[in-house]
């Protein structure tokens, strides 16, 4: 049986509360591994990839000699060790030549793993124009129909979200709108380009939108492939039924957060409605007489 070893202090213990499973994740973190031999193609591909996923990211300096699709022991390590589900490794071969690995994890274990070769790469650095801050929140846009015939291009496409969609939100203004990364499958091949959105007057509420290339561009060719299981891909999409907001009737919370309830009753007769007797309100003998003397001296 496994030892279960507790934290002796303080900061290993939240270290360890903080990777406990949580109802509502958080933003997937990823890390970038240069492998043994890399050319300068695949180097600069990660900088890049690492500037546009920053800062839920981590660039390893040192070079590792790993092979993915043959032993995944020590990319399971380094992915508990960083508390990251997401990674990417480049390497670079005669047989496999600029080589980039998109990979996931599921439970400490590897759930999916894509790997690609680049072809005609141009760099951040090529381009002369603004940048998007770090961390903005990017607009995927899939292009292709073979996204949604070919059972491993949507898990391909799925693959891809999950590594670039950032923090969940449930609504974002227009300004907001500012990064978009496009993907196109043709033959084989996925082309990623990355567009800055610029939004300027055009007389009317709506906006007039111009888009500018800001790099990277990757023309990626789809090498090999290896994904989990249909059950084990079902279970690792599953969400807990906490997670699911119930909606209870006639209970609604306005802008500042108050509840307020609606409900709902039957037409009551007033006129029989038994009220609280009070000793003020009851009619003695002498107030009797008074009002019987005040009725006769009207007449």
Same mark, same amino acid.
């Given at each position: 049986?496994?030892?279960?070893?507790?934290?002796?202090?303080?900061?290993?213990?939240?270290?360890?509360?903080?990777?406990?499973a949580?109802?509502?994740?958080?933003?997937?973190?990823?890390?970038i591994?240069?492998?043994?031999?890399?050319s300068?193609?695949?180097?600069?591909?990660? /900088?890049?990839?690492?500037?546009?996923?920053?800062?839920?990211?981590?660039?390893?300096?040192?070079?590792?000699? &790993?092979?993915?699709?043959?032993?995944?022991?020590?990319?399971e390590?380094?992915?508990?060790?960083?508390?990251?589900?997401l990674?990417?490794?480049?390497?670079?071969? /005669?047989?496999?030549?600029?080589?980039?690995?998109?990979?996931?994890?599921?439970?400490?274990? &590897?759930?999916?793993?894509?790997?690609?070769?680049?072809?005609?790469?141009?760099?951040?650095?090529?381009?002369k124009?603004?940048?998007?801050?770090?961390?903005?929140?990017?607009?995927?846009?899939?292009?292709?129909e073979?996204?949604?015939?070919?059972?491993?291009?949507?898990?391909?496409?799925?693959?891809?979200?999950?590594?670039?969609?950032?923090?969940?939100?449930e609504?974002?203004?227009?300004?907001? &709108?500012?990064?978009?990364?496009?993907?196109?499958?043709?033959?084989?091949?996925?082309?990623?380009r990355?567009?800055?959105?610029?939004?300027?007057?055009?007389?009317?509420?709506?906006?007039?939108v111009?888009?500018?290339?800001?790099?990277?561009?990757?023309?990626?060719?789809?090498?090999?492939?290896?994904?989990?299981?249909?059950n084990?891909?079902?279970?690792?999409?599953?969400?807990?039924?906490?997670?699911?907001?119930?909606?209870?009737?006639?209970?609604?919370?306005?802008?500042?957060?108050?509840?307020?309830?609606?409900?709902?009753?039957?037409?009551?007769n007033?006129?029989?409605?038994?009220?609280?007797?009070?000793?003020?309100? /009851?009619?003695?003998?002498?107030?009797?007489?008074?009002?019987?003397?005040?009725?006769?001296?009207? /007449?």
């Amino acid at each position: 049986m496994a030892q279960i070893i507790k934290p002796k202090t303080q900061k290993g213990k939240r270290i360890l509360e903080k990777r406990e499973a949580k109802i509502i994740e958080d933003v997937k973190s990823a890390i970038i591994i240069r492998g043994g031999r890399t050319s300068d193609i695949v180097t600069d591909a990660l /900088k890049n990839i690492y500037a546009m996923k920053k800062p839920h990211a981590v660039m390893f300096q040192r070079k590792n000699i &790993l092979r993915p699709f043959e032993d995944q022991t020590s990319l399971e390590f380094f992915s508990q060790k960083n508390d990251a589900s997401l990674f990417v490794f480049g390497s670079h071969s /005669k047989k496999r030549p600029h080589n980039l690995v998109f990979g996931r994890f599921y439970d400490g274990h &590897l759930l999916d793993m894509v790997e690609f070769g680049i072809e005609n790469y141009v760099p951040l650095s090529k381009f002369k124009n603004e940048k998007c801050m770090s961390g903005t929140k990017p607009c995927l846009l899939f292009s292709g129909e073979i996204f949604d015939t070919s059972s491993d291009y949507k898990r391909i496409k799925n693959l891809l979200i999950d590594f670039w969609r950032g923090q969940l939100i449930e609504s974002i203004r227009l300004q907001g &709108l500012e990064h978009v990364i496009q993907f196109t499958a043709v033959e084989g091949k996925i082309y990623m380009r990355s567009y800055r959105l610029i939004l300027k007057k055009s007389g009317t509420r709506t906006p007039r939108v111009e888009i500018t290339e800001i790099g990277p561009s990757i023309d990626l060719l789809v090498r090999r492939v290896s994904l989990a299981s249909d059950n084990l891909y079902k279970e690792a999409c599953r969400q807990p039924k906490a997670s699911k907001i119930q909606k209870t009737k006639n209970v609604e919370h306005d802008a500042f957060g108050t509840k307020t309830g609606r409900i709902h009753m039957q037409s009551q007769n007033l006129d029989k409605l038994q009220l609280r007797k009070r000793k003020a309100l /009851k009619r003695t003998a002498d107030s009797e007489k008074t009002s019987s003397k005040k009725l006769k001296r009207q /007449k």
